[in-house]
C-alpha cells in the first residue's frame, strides 16, 4: 500500500492553495506536511482523503487512482483537528464503533479495542464519557478511534494540537512507534517543527502550495535545500546574513564580505558539493546560513571570525542566547550557561567547518562550508 500525488492541484478561486504537488508515502512510512498556517497542509490531506476534488493532477492509493473515488470508499482513517466522539458513548464505545460498522465479531472488536487502549494509554477512562474527559484524553481517543480499524492509510491534522506540553511529549515518542507497528503509510499535518522533527521519517516542507523540500528529519535541520527552509526548520532560527563572494583564496578558502563591511574566509576544503564554490563567479550575491549553535566565542579576532558586541542576552537553561550587534550585522549565538557574556561586551564570533551553509541569489542550496 502506497500513496502516491501526482502533480496535485487544488484551486479555491484566485487562490492555488496546492499547487502542483508530487509525494510519495510508502508502507509503515510517516510523512509530515510541515509549514506555516495556509500553506496548503490540510488541503493536501483532504486530497488524498476524498474530502477534497483535486482540480489537477492524480491521487493514489495502492497503485489505483481515486480521484473519483468517494471518501468512504477509499478506506482512508483520518483523525480531524476538529474531533468529534459520540457524546452518548463511553471510550470504549467510541473505539469501538467503526469496528461495529465495520461488522466484526464481538471478539475481534474487544481485541481490538483493548489493543488500542493500551497503546494510548486509554485503560483507565475507557468506561467514562466524552464530557468526563479531559482535553488531551479526547485527542489521544480520538487518535485511537482511527488507528483501530484496519485502513488502507493514516492521516492525522495537527493529532496533537490540544494536548498539554507534557502529554504532547510522551504522545509524540508513543505515537511514532504505534505508527511504525501498523506498515501502513501515514501522513501527518503539523505545523510544529519538533513534532515533526521526532515522528516522521520524512517531512515535506510546504509554503505556499508548493513542496520546498522532501527529505529526512535530519538533512531538511543540516541540509536545507533553499533559504525559506534553512530559517523555518530550527530553533533558534538560522542566522542569514547576506554577503557577497569575493571569490577563493587558494584552493581551500572563500573570501565572503558580509553587507559588504566585515570580511570573513571560510575553509573550504570540506565543501559539500566539493567544487561549487569555485564555479560561483567573484562579486556573486549570496546568503550565509548558520545556526546559533554552530557559531563559537573565540578570545583572538581571525580572518573566520567577526567582531560584535552583545546586544541582549537570554538564558535558556542548560544553554545562553546572545544577541550580537555591529553597525551592519546582527548574530544570535548559543553558548552553554557557564560562558561568562556580558551585555554590551565586545566579542569574537566564529563560524564553525561544515556547518555554514551558502545559499545562491536565487535562494538555493550551493554548498555547505
Ligand atoms: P493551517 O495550519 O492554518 O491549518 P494549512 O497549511 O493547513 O493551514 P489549508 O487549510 O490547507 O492550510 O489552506 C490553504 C489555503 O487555502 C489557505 O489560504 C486557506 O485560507 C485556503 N482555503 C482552505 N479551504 C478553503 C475553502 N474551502 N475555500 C476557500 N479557501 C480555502
Known amino acids: 500500500m502506497s500513496i502516491e500525488l501526482k502533480s496535485a492541484t487544488k484551486v479555491y478561486g484566485s487562490l492555488t492553495a496546492v499547487n502542483a504537488v508530487n509525494l510519495d508515502v510508502q508502507d509503515g512510512e510517516v510523512l509530515c506536511l510541515l509549514g506555516p498556517s495556509g500553506c496548503g497542509k490540510t488541503t493536501t490531506l483532504r486530497m488524498v482523503a476524498g474530502l477534497e476534488a483535486t482540480d489537477g493532477g492524480d491521487v493514489f492509493i495502492g497503485g489505483k487512482r481515486v480521484n473519483d473515488l468517494a471518501a468512504r470508499d477509499r478506506n482512508v482513517a483520518m483523525s480531524f483537528q476538529f474531533y468529534a466522539l459520540y457524546p452518548s458513548l463511553t471510550v470504549a464505545e467510541n473505539l469501538a464503533f467503526p469496528l461495529h460498522a465495520e461488522k466484526h465479531n464481538a471478539q475481534v472488536i474487544e481485541q481490538k479495542v483493548a489493543e488500542t487502549s493500551r ?21 489521544r481517543v480520538a487518535v485511537g478511534r482511527s488507528i483501530v480499524r484496519d485502513p488502507t492509510c493514516f492521516l492525522f491534522d495537527e493529532p496533537l494540537s490540544r494536548l498539554d506540553v507534557q502529554l504532547r511529549e510522551e504522545m509524540r515518542g508513543e505515537i511514532k512507534e504505534v505508527l511504525q507497528g501498523l506498515s501502513k503509510p501515514t501522513v501527518i499535518v503539523t505545523h510544529d517543527q519538533l513534532e515533526a522533527l521526532t515522528m516522521a521519517d520524512r517531512i515535506a516542507v510546504m509554503r505556499d502550495g508548493r513542496i520546498e523540500q522532501v527529505d529526512t528529519p535530519h538533512n531538511v535541520f543540516a541540509r536545507p535545500a ?4 534553512a530559517g523555518f526548520i530550527g530553533t533558534p532560527q538560522m542566522n542569514l546574513l547576506a554577503c557577497t563572494f569575493e571569490g577563493m583564496k587558494g584552493s581551500a578558502e572563500a573570501e565572503f564580505s558580509i553587507n559588504g563591511q566585515n570580511n570573513i574566509t571560510l575553509d573550504s576544503s570540506q565543501a559539500s558539493p566539493s567544487d561549487s564554490l569555485s564555479q560561483l563567479p567573484a562579486g556573486s550575491a549570496v546568503t550565509l546560513g548558520v545556526r546559533p549553535r554552530n557559531l563559537q566565542l573565540v578570545s583572538e579576532t581571525s580572518s573566520s571570525s567577526i567582531t560584535l558586541s552583545v546586544d541582549l542576552i537570554e538564558p535558556m537553561g542548560a544553554e545562553t542566547l546572545a544577541h550580537l550587534r555591529n553597525d551592519q550585522n546582527s548574530l544570535r549565538v548559543v553558548t552553554d550557561w557557564k560562558v561568562p557574556i556580558d551585555e554590551g561586551e565586545s566579542v569574537h564570533v566564529q563560524f564553525t567547518k561544515g556547518t555554514t551553509h551558502v545559499f545562491t541569489e536565487d535562494e538555493l542550496l550551493l554548498t555547505t562550508l
Not at 533553499?226 to 527552509?229: A, E, S
Open 119 to 139: 497503546v494510548l494509554q486509554l485503560d483507565g477512562i475507557l468506561n467514562r464519557l466524552p464530557g468526563q474527559l479531559a482535553e488531551g484524553e479526547k485527542q
Open 226 to 229: 533553499n533559504l525559506f527552509v
